[in-house]
């Protein structure tokens, strides 16, 4: 056999062997997150507060399709949110509860806060409650952009880490 082939035949197993291990982390090793995905947003029900014209606050469910940008695998996501916002202005915050399912079921949840950034923009932080299964005893958090694309839609960009002990 020839040094070409070998070297070939080494760099396919390699290549095999280093996708079928991403999700596979070692005990209390930290691991890196990147995700991107859309949000689509269910329903809103606002309360008008009544101090300033535009000032609500609102309850209102989100659903989100991650696509990780680290193992190429593809989560869905729900979300409950709360809501303080200036519709006029623009000033306010966001703060809510998600839980992620996985493709083999386990599931990790969060807690996630964040504000406007500018005009169809917000950002803010993450982090994890707990976790189901494989995800038993998660810990970690991160930071997240979201852009609207339009009427309850949004592209959304998620880093931090996790560990799992």
């Not at 915050?93 to 969060?110: C, E, H, L, N, P």
Request: hydrophobic share 35%.
């Amino acid at each position: 056999m020839s040094w070409l082939k070998i070297i070939s035949a080494t760099a396919i197993i390699t290549f095999i062997f280093g996708i079928a291990t991403i999700d596979c982390a070692v005990a209390g090793e930290k691991q890196k997150i990147k995700f991107h995905g859309a949000i689509f947003n269910g329903k809103f029900e606002p309360i008008k507060v009544g101090d300033e014209e535009g000032h609500v606050l609102a309850i209102y469910t989100a659903k989100q399709i991650y696509f990780d940008d680290l193992t190429d695998g593809k989560m869905h996501s729900t979300a409950v949110n709360f809501m303080d916002i200036n519709t006029k202005t623009g000033r306010g915050f966001v703060q809510g509860y998600g839980s992620t399912i996985y493709k083999d079921g386990d599931k990790t949840f969060r807690t996630h806060k964040g504000q406007p950034a500018g005009k169809g923009h917000w950002k803010g932080t993450w982090e994890f409650v707990k976790g189901t299964g494989k995800y038993e005893g998660i810990k970690g958090g991160g930071t997240w952009n979201s852009y609207s694309l339009g009427h309850d839609q949004s592209y959304l960009e998620v880093e931090g880490e996790s560990e799992i002990p």
